[in-house]
């Protein structure tokens, strides 16, 4: 084994540290060209990245702020269309009530105009009534004491000219000879010449014999006039059915004949032991008719075109006269 001495150790030791020391101090060489081309080249392609970057950052920046504006007109205009639609909304509503409005202002006044319709109507009635009701009272105040007349021919016939055709008419004085006698008495002095059938219908009667009927002012007195006077009731047992000549009267009074008489076109057993029956038609059932269905003034049992009372003509029965065309 080889023997290392102290002074070969120190002298080893100091030679190393030396090594060390010139390594230390000894300066850097520079790089070369290449390695600096390329960290000029790193250092450029890094700041165009960043630029880039920056860029990047900008435009989506400026992309959301324009989704932002996008948003903001986007929720003007809904906004718009929604002002718009209740705007829209506020005139419909104006537009409705107004219609309303309009409808109810229309309604009232069709409402006014038939209660002014129905006022005028009802006015206009009441003022024909009341003036029926003061010529009533009027010629129940001119009216004479009824006296009956003395029993009635017992032979004769009433020949009744019209404007519609010729009726006789045969008489029962046996049943109602003041009646007889006053219808003969009133014909002879021409008192019924010139009236009008001024009440018919159908399937009922026709009614005549009223002066009121020869004067057209006095229409709304048809139905009211006479002769002056009145005669007591003869009720009997002849039955109201086609044909028969009865007497008509005021009202309730059965005491109340005058001139107006009737003839009925159907049955009426509700007259019976009610009016005088006096006489009966025998001839001219076809005028009956004429007379009966002639249209009457809508409302009213006035017809529109009343057959006129031409002449009544009293003469002798002869045999010819028989009842006929029933």
């Known amino acids: 084994m080889k023997t290392i001495t102290l ?33 000029a080249k790193a250092a450029a392609d890094q700041a165009a990245a960043e630029d880039a970057k920056a860029n990047a ?85 001119e009216q004479k004491p009824v006296v009956n007349p003395p029993l009635a021919d017992s032979n004769i016939v009433a020949e009744l000219e019209t404007s519609a055709g010729t009726m006789v008419l045969g008489f029962y004085p046996d049943k109602a000879p003041n009646h007889v006698k006053n219808f003969a008495d009133l ?17 009922f009667m026709i009614q005549g014999g009223d002066p009121n009927t020869k004067d057209p002012a006095k229409t709304a007195m048809w139905g009211a006039g006479g002769p002056g006077y009145k005669i007591n009731n003869e009720f009997n047992d002849t039955k109201h059915v086609r044909g028969t000549l009865s007497m008509a009267r005021s009202g309730g009074d059965v005491n109340s004949a005058g001139s107006q008489f009737f003839i009925c076109h159907a049955v009426a057993p509700h007259l019976d032991h009610q009016y005088t029956a006096f006489g009966e038609l025998l001839k001219g059932y076809d005028v009956l008719d004429k007379i009966a269905t002639a249209p ?17 003509t009293i003469r002798p029965r002869t045999p010819a006269d028989v009842k006929q065309g029933e």
């Open 57 to 141: 950052a900008r435009e989506i920046a400026m992309a959301q702020q324009a989704e932002r504006d996008a948003a903001t007109q986007k929720a003007k205009e809904q906004k718009a269309v929604a002002d718009a639609a209740a705007a829209k909304a506020i005139a419909d509503k104006a537009a409705a009530d107004k219609a309303a409005a309009d409808k109810q202002a229309a309604e009232a006044a069709a409402a006014k105009a038939t209660a002014d319709k129905a006022a005028a109507e009802s006015a206009a009635r009441e003022k024909s009534a009341a003036n029926k009701t003061a010529a009533e009272a009027a010629a129940a105040k």
């Open 187 to 203: 014909a002879r002095k021409g008192f019924y010449d010139g009236t009008l059938f001024h009440r018919v219908i159908n399937h």
């Open 7 to 39: 002074s070969t150790l120190v002298l080893g030791l100091a030679l190393a540290l030396g090594a060390c020391a010139s390594e230390s101090t000894a300066p850097e060489s520079a790089p070369s060209q290449p390695v600096q081309d390329a960290n």
């Open 296 to 312: 009457p003034v809508p409302g009213t049992d006035r017809p529109k075109d009343p057959v006129k009372l031409i002449k009544v």
